[in-house]
Nanobody
Framework: QVHIEESGGGLVEAGESLRLSCRPS????????IGWYRQVPGKARELVAS???????GYADSVKGRFTIYKDNDKKAVDLQMNGLKSEDTAVYYC???????????WGQGTQVTVSS
């Protein structure tokens, strides 16, 4: 049974940092892309950052230069280091795991990030 464990959310002040961690388990296929998304009430879920099997990364314009996604091989996790947090980063953050062929995707339960200004 597949499972996605997310951790690291919390309440911080503007300018501070948080690190989110996504630890998948039970996946018996290659995970082509792992991404972090976020969602605020009333808005669509948006892609924040992603990393593919080759280690290529991508970021939303709003987080470039502040957020870094990387694989932690020791923890077997994909972490999202968030620096210089702003109030507009407040959202529920979700880990997404995607397989391209055949296509399938899986979501974590979400972790709340709140940035006070």
């Amino acid at each position: 049974q597949v499972h996605i464990e997310e951790s690291g959310g919390g309440l911080v002040e503007a300018g501070e940092s948080l690190r989110l961690s996504c630890r998948p388990s039970g996946f018996k296929f290659v995970m082509d892309v792992i991404g972090w998304y976020r969602q605020v009430p009333g808005k669509a879920r948006e892609l924040v950052a992603s990393i593919n099997i080759d280690g290529d990364t991508g970021y939303a314009d709003s987080v470039k230069g502040r957020f870094t996604i990387y694989k932690d091989n020791d923890k077997k996790a994909v972490d999202l280091q968030m620096n210089g947090l702003k109030s507009e980063d407040t959202a529920v953050y979700y880990c997404n795991i995607r397989r391209n062929q055949p296509w399938a995707e899986y979501w974590g339960q979400g972790t709340q990030v709140t940035v006070s200004s």
